[in-house]
């Protein structure tokens, strides 16, 4: 199992289960079940969760699995897992009532005494207000309800603004896979000389970048049955179209072959060996499919020179999205 420390005292697992799929628009989810598959996902050293305050019953779903570990395992195995969450609020006055009351309330959901992480998101830079919240932040993480803040979806000039002010922050969590090369451009060097890292999701286009679709015709609207495989659908065809992301498919299933692994890990370790990366969200479908034994050869995968210059011989071609989209997070706004 790879992990990487985040901060002083503070490590997780390089892959990170990211919870999104909670929320719906990926098929029915049993509680019961899921909560099962998160023990077994803990059970084989994946211990680190990622998911929101907008994310459903996701920290619900933490806090009942962290109610069941300690039933089996005593309450020195809560101390072996992370739990990261998010505050993503209407834009508006940040007071220190109305930050406390949603970090209060995901306390509450997910059965903690302080967050280990919480990651602010902000969908309006016109409203500079997102400064008072990460102050608001900064004070409950003094007064012990946070350990440690962290951004979503920021673009390197926001993060220069709150490092000008004063705000210490640990993570980034910004969109970032082999056709979306954006937080290279200037964000990881940022992060570089601030001490923070980046956490990437959208690593695998939604389950795009996988042998399922190698050699298929593009895919129709009514074929994209998950919020995931539309969301990063679009993403390919701002990149370069259907065309261009089979001729990558081909290029990563040559390179997975030759590890004996999926495409699905390559694509993984290519991100998880960029600058500043500390690691991958990959989406758990809790209870409705099982990437654990898969997932796990990702730590064992040492991408070589050639095989980054295979991939690079595709992507060259495709269209500059930080040009056309903007910076990390550009989508959003």
Not at 195 to 217: H, V
Request: charged fraction near 25%.
């Amino acid at each position: 199992m790879e992990t990487i420390q985040l901060a002083p005292n503070f490590s997780i697992c390089r892959i990170l289960n990211g919870m999104w799929q909670v929320a719906g628009g990926h098929g029915q989810i049993n509680h019961d079940s899921a909560i099962s598959q998160m023990l077994e996902y803990n059970e084989n050293g994946f211990n680190t969760w990622d998911m929101a305050d907008i994310y459903g019953p996701a920290e619900s779903f933490y806090g009942d699995f962290r109610n069941e570990l300690e039933k089996k395992k005593g309450t020195d195995e809560l101390q072996k897992i992370q739990g990261f969450t998010k505050f993503v609020p209407n834009p508006g006055p940040m007071t220190k009532s109305i930050v406390e009351h949603y970090i209060d309330q995901s306390m509450k959901k997910m059965n903690v005494d302080v967050i280990d992480v919480i990651q602010f998101h902000w969908w309006d830079y016109n409203d500079a207000s997102y400064i008072d919240a990460l102050r608001q932040l900064t004070k409950l993480r003094d007064d012990g309800k946070i350990c440690h803040l962290g951004l979503t979806n920021f673009d390197t000039e926001r993060m220069q603004i709150m490092n000008d002010n004063g705000i210490e922050l640990i993570s980034n969590q910004v969109q970032y896979s082999i056709i979306d090369q954006r937080p290279n451009v200037k964000m990881a060097s940022f992060c570089k000389n601030h001490d923070m890292k980046l956490l990437a999701y959208g690593t695998l286009l939604g389950g795009l970048l996988t042998e399922k679709y190698l050699g298929t015709t593009e895919p129709s609207q009514s074929d994209l049955d998950t919020f995931s495989l539309q969301k990063y659908m679009n993403m390919i065809d701002a990149w370069g179209g259907w065309k261009l992301f089979q001729e990558l498919l081909v290029v990563l299933d040559e390179i997975a072959k030759k590890y004996n692994v999926q495409i699905a890990n390559v694509a993984t370790r290519f991100v998880l060996d960029r600058p500043a990366v500390a690691g991958a969200i990959i989406g758990s479908r809790l209870g409705l499919s099982d990437h654990i034994e898969q997932n796990t050869k990702t730590f064992s995968l040492q991408l070589q020179n050639d095989d980054y210059e295979k991939i690079k011989s595709v992507t060259s071609k495709a269209n500059d999205l930080f040009t056309s989209i903007g910076d990390c997070g550009g989508e959003y706004r």
